[in-house]
Structures are given as structure tokens and as C-alpha cells.
Nanobody, 137 residues
Framework: QLQFVESGGGLVQPGGSLRLSCAAS????????IGWFRQAPGKEHEGVSCIDGSDGSTYYTDSVKDRFTITRDKVNNTVYLQMDNLKPEDTGVYYCAAESLFSARVIFAPSPLEATCAMTSSDFASWGQGTQVTVSL
């Protein structure tokens, strides 16, 4: 059973940084796309960044490009999201989830990582409890 434990959120001023961690269990990172998603009050669920667990290739939504960096540690089965130059609009609960790169949803997509990040919350079988990120003065 896939399980995720997110951590690292907090309150930070605009321009500040946070590093989120997603500890995964029940599966290895290989052959999976692992993504960070966020949910802000009154806003739709949004895919922020996704990474190929095998080769480390990445995808970022436009609003976080050049500010966020996603990485993975295959030994510790953990995916990280380094968030720099944070903005108030980055506020939300951040979750991680994973999709097999061989799933019907992504295998034929021109960009499997972009397809994974476009998946909705109901598309994933399991989520962690999330970690709250608040960017405010």
C-alpha cells in the first residue's frame, strides 16, 4: 500500500524559503512519477512539480519555475521540494502522490510528468496528511 508522510511546512515571510519532504513507503521510486500538489482555500487542487523517480527528470508548473526545485533520494525513498522566493500565493496545504509511469493515464502522454501533475485529487489512490505552507508578513 502506497503511503506518504509530508513534512517541512511552516510560516514564512515573502521571499523566504522552505524545504518540504515526502517520505514514501510501500513502493520504490523507480518507474513512478512523484508529484507535489497544493490546495489553497477557495482554489482548485494544483500540481506544482513532478519528478521521474528513475531518471530524475522534472516538470514545474509555470508559477513556480525558477523558484522551486524538486529532487529525489532513492536510497531513503524520499522526494524533496525546495521552495525559494516564496510568495503569498504559494500558501496552501502541500501533498505528495505517485503514479506509475506505465499507467494508462500517463504512458501515452507527450509529457508523462506534466500529465501526472495535471491529475486531480480523485485520480490518486492515496495521499498523505499534507503539510501547511503559509507565506505572510
Amino acid at each position: 500500500q502506497l503511503q506518504f508522510v509530508e513534512s517541512g511546512g511552516g510560516l514564512v515571510q515573502p521571499g523566504g524559503s522552505l524545504r518540504l519532504s515526502c517520505a514514501a513507503s510501500g513502493f520504490g521510486l523507480d518507474a513512478r512519477a512523484i508529484g507535489w500538489f497544493r490546495q489553497a482555500p477557495g482554489k482548485e487542487h494544483e500540481g506544482v512539480s513532478c519528478i521521474d523517480g528513475s531518471d530524475g527528470s522534472t516538470y514545474y508548473t509555470d508559477s513556480v519555475k525558477d523558484r522551486f526545485t524538486i529532487t529525489r533520494d532513492k536510497v531513503n525513498n524520499t522526494v524533496y521540494l525546495q521552495m525559494d522566493n516564496l510568495k503569498p500565493e504559494d500558501t496552501g496545504v502541500y501533498y505528495c502522490a505517485a503514479e506509475s509511469l506505465f499507467s494508462a493515464r500517463v504512458i501515452f502522454a507527450p509529457s508523462p510528468l506534466e500529465a501526472t501533475c495535471a491529475m486531480t485529487s480523485s485520480d490518486f489512490a492515496s495521499w498523505g496528511q499534507g503539510t501547511q505552507v503559509t507565506v505572510s508578513l
